[in-house]
């Protein structure tokens, strides 16, 4: 007996790589069982090392270094190691099994790969929820897929090592991972307590809103948080268990309403300007809270019974019966102003409003900042969104009462024919659905406009076919999607190649990088677009009763941190300068620029532009809040991170970052902090409400207005 057990263990290293000695031998129910247990422990260590391999290189590629890396990856790595060992144990045919073995680790390769080459091109992780949309983004990301693909071949063949020095153990010791069966249940069992272990072990590192407990529970951490916190595959499966199984919503309370904070608003003294809240009187709340028996609903009555709204101020109405020119722009952002190579986005950028603490919240996923733009409300970024061609909120909208849609505002409180038009199909992000929604009339690609280009196409042709249809309008309000400043920013995009050549000779010598220079040439075409609209307008006499509003949708995650870093002339940090940005608001009648230094974001500039035309709105009812009242104001970044005047909250570490001078006490910051961290929240979360229970709908069918 010792002896056979002393083969075993001369044998070891060919055991370790999982493996049956190919010389057939007798062996007693003991050593099977041993060589069986040191075949699973073998396997185990194997996957454990390649999974933590591609975490903590993964890690690495994402954020430039380890500092921060998650312990609790290491942790969640150990039943997943365990349950590869449970699948690949099953087969006793040699061949077959060194093959299937392979397969699961090549499996997981591909899933590491995928979330780096994602990454790349989007800026962020795929949840599990958006894997429905991998036909999408194969068939219309194709060209930035194979450019990123070219870009990462390196990368990604250092993060195949696993894969490949695991197949050349198995072939060279010419074994597989086969153990006996009444191993495989206690493995599985093994597998499901390491998985219990560790989420029983999470309130041991905190339960507030930073910690791997919150971001293992809450629904509404998104993708890039939860993974910073759990592990990239950890947080995946997070995700699929809450598709599968459902989400940990915990029941909601009944609201306590106390009405006195909102009926302190009628207290105010008669002045001459008009200072009354920018509500519609005729929704009550207190009444509407009585007429459901939906808990979600019921609590936004609540919350909004409370809320006094926003006052009209001093700029309310300044743009009254003026035109407006509504743009959200394809990766815009301060980068791409530049006064040699974009002088029109300069001029327009430095004149009218110019916001200087504005803040783009999203990341990527264009939808997302259009729909924050053209309602004020947040959309869903958590990690259970898609926000695939075919899902996320804006389509979803397409099925709800929207009467805060921008067009349909215009249309009845204006009289004008509003008018939506895009650069690209219809279909794609359900915008023929979305847009009539909002009260537009659209033109898109092959459906009432063509282009030289398809992808991307070109900003100035969308403007040169679209300004004759409304310059001689009485009254109009026009809403862009330009698509010109989509990356990669490189050969292969056509609105480079249109452009790159004039850019460099605008630009004279200079120290941009390549790619710094296409993302201006890309650019470049919504520049040449905005100098024809306003020569047109000029032309037509509406210059200076014409209102011109630009945003971008999210950052240009299309740049490498490198170049970013190269056109803002210095390193921006990935937590908040990455954000910072520019949104134009002109209008040709301020001869003067008026400066705004109050923090704010997308969600704010619905509500802003609202109050400026001096059309009627409940303020109560958006997440974003008119930049000239006097109310709280601050920018959200989508991972619930904000910026005030007086401070910068980091909520993925809980750090914060105060102003210079800032006077507040311990206790008086712990304070402030909370108060944002609550109104950020809530109004994020009232956001999702209002959406999935069609809340609109439920005010306006029983109000009578």
Not at 68 to 89: E, S
Not at 167 to 172: E, M, S, T
Not at 665 to 684: M, Q, S
Request: aromatic fraction near 14%.
């Amino acid at each position: 007996m010792k002896a056979e057990y002393g083969i075993i263990y001369l044998k070891f290293p060919k055991e370790a790589a999982g493996l049956n000695n190919d010389t057939p031998a007798k062996k007693n129910n003991a050593a099977e069982k041993k060589g069986g247990a040191v075949r699973l422990l073998a396997c185990f260590l194997v996957f454990y090392a390649a999974v933590m391999f591609w975490e903590v290189f993964l890690y690495d590629q994402i954020n430039g270094s380890l500092q921060g890396f998650p312990a609790w990856a290491a942790l969640f790595a150990l039943p997943v190691a365990m349950l590869c060992a449970f699948i690949t144990g099953w087969i006793k045919n040699r061949a077959i099994g060194r093959a299937g073995s392979i397969l699961v680790m090549l499996i997981l390769w591909i899933y590491y790969a995928a979330q780096l080459v994602y990454q790349r091109i989007f800026g962020s992780l795929f949840s599990v929820s958006m894997i429905s949309m991998a036909g999408d983004a194969i068939s219309d990301f194709r060209w930035a897929l194979l450019s990123m693909l070219k870009q990462s071949l390196v990368v990604l063949g250092v993060s195949l090592l696993p894969v490949l020095l695991y197949a050349l153990c198995l072939f060279i010791f010419k074994t597989h991972p086969h153990y006996g069966a009444g191993l495989h249940g206690a493995a599985l069992v093994l597998a499901a307590a390491l998985w219990a272990a560790a989420v029983l072990m999470l309130p041991a590192g905190g339960t507030d809103d930073t910690s791997a407990y919150f971001a293992y529970h809450s629904s509404l951490v998104d993708t890039d948080t939860a993974a910073a916190k759990l592990g990239i595959l950890a947080n995946s499966l997070v995700e699929a268990k809450g598709m599968i199984f459902g989400k940990e919503e915990p029941p909601e309370e009944e609201p306590q309403i106390n009405y006195a904070a909102a009926e302190d608003a009628d207290d105010t003294e008669p002045m001459d300007l008009d200072l009354s809240p920018n509500i519609l009187s005729a929704v009550d709340f207190r009444k509407l809270a009585e007429k459901t028996g939906n808990s979600s609903v019921k609590n936004l009555c609540a919350y909004f019974a409370q809320e006094k709204g926003t006052s009209k101020n001093g700029y309310t109405g300044l743009f009254k019966g003026h035109n407006l020119i509504y743009i959200c722009g394809e990766a815009f952002s301060r980068l791409a102003v530049n006064e040699k190579a974009t002088p029109t986005l300069w001029k327009l950028s430095h004149e009218g409003i110019v916001l200087n603490n504005y803040y783009n919240s999203f990341i990527n996923w264009t939808t997302n900042g259009e729909f924050a733009l053209l309602t004020g409300l947040w959309p869903d970024v958590s990690r259970d969104a898609s926000s695939s061609s075919g899902n996320g909120t804006f389509i979803r909208s397409a099925k709800h009462l929207m009467p805060f849609g921008l067009g349909t505002i215009f249309n009845e409180q204006c009289g004008a024919n509003s008018r939506a038009y895009h650069n690209y199909e219809g279909y794609y992000y359900g915008r023929n659905k979305s847009l009539p929604n909002l009260g537009f009339t659209c033109k898109f690609m092959n459906d009432g406009m063509s282009f030289t280009t398809k992808w991307p196409a070109s900003d100035l042709e969308m403007m040169e076919q679209s300004v004759p249809d409304y310059i001689n309008d009485d009254c109009f309000c026009v809403y862009y999607m330009t698509f010109s400043g989509h990356g990669p920013y490189n050969g292969d995009n056509v609105m480079r190649n249109r452009n790159i050549d004039k850019v460099k000779e605008l630009l004279g010598e200079t120290k941009l990088t390549a790619a710094s220079q296409s993302y201006l040439a890309c650019n470049y075409e919504l520049d040449k677009a905005l100098a024809y609209l306003l020569q047109e307008l000029e032309k037509a006499g509406k210059l200076e009763n014409t209102v011109i509003v630009l945003a971008g949708d999210h950052y240009p995650y299309n740049l490498s941190y490198p170049d970013r870093d190269n056109l803002a002339g210095h390193a921006l940090d990935n937590n908040f300068e990455m954000y910072e940005n520019t949104c134009i608001i002109w209008s040709g009648m301020l001869k003067d620029p008026v400066y705004v230094d109050e923090a704010c974001c997308n969600v704010d500039i619905f509500p802003t532009i609202l109050n400026l035309f001096g059309l009627e709105y409940d303020s109560r009812l958006m997440a974003g809040r008119d930049i000239f009242a006097d109310t709280e104001h601050f920018a959200m970044i989508y991972n619930k991170s904000f910026i005030t005047t007086e401070v910068k909250y980091n909520a993925r570490n809980g750090k914060a970052v105060w102003s210079e001078g800032n006077t507040m006490t311990d206790e008086e910051r712990r304070a402030y902090i909370e108060k944002y961290k609550e109104l950020a929240n809530t109004r994020y979360s009232n956001s999702l409400k209002m959406e999935s229970t069609d809340f609109y709908r439920f005010v306006w069918d029983n109000t009578e207005f």
